[in-house]
């Protein structure tokens, strides 16, 4: 009797034979672990800290338009002290927070 084999299955038998499976997940767990090093080297990286510092900041100080941008404000600015940033930053992330807390006791969303 004669038995006739699907060329995939032998293309299937070859590979995991070969062992080029292995070499392939072993390739992709070095390629996840090099990028969670990466990720975590930006995180604590100096000069991407300061970058998230002034941008906050800079968040903080635009005119206040909407309640929308007062929330992401107020949201900057608890990132911005989270973060160390003091200073005039943090005196401005209060004056929003009051004038926030204010605007909820009176209802008042009207923004000029």
């Not at 292995?22 to 672990?33: K, Y």
């Not at 338009?65 to 608890?78: C, W």
């Not at 973060?83 to 943090?90: D, E, L, R, Y």
Request: proline share 4%; aromatic share 8%; hydrophobic share 35%.
């Amino acid at each position: 009797m004669v038995t006739t084999t699907h060329p995939l299955i032998l293309i299937v038998c070859a590979v995991i034979g070969s062992g080029a499976i292995t070499s392939f997940v072993s390739w992709l767990l070095r390629r996840i672990d090099q990028r969670k090093d990466l990720e975590q080297a930006i995180e604590t990286s100096p000069t991407i800290q300061r970058l998230e510092l002034e941008i906050y900041r800079q968040s903080l100080f635009l005119p206040t338009m909407s309640r929308m941008q007062h929330e992401h404000q107020l949201d900057a600015g608890k990132a911005y002290t989270k973060h160390g940033g003091n200073g005039a930053g943090h005196v401005r992330y209060q004056q929003l927070a009051d004038d926030y807390r204010r605007r909820l006791e009176t209802d008042n969303w009207n923004y000029p």
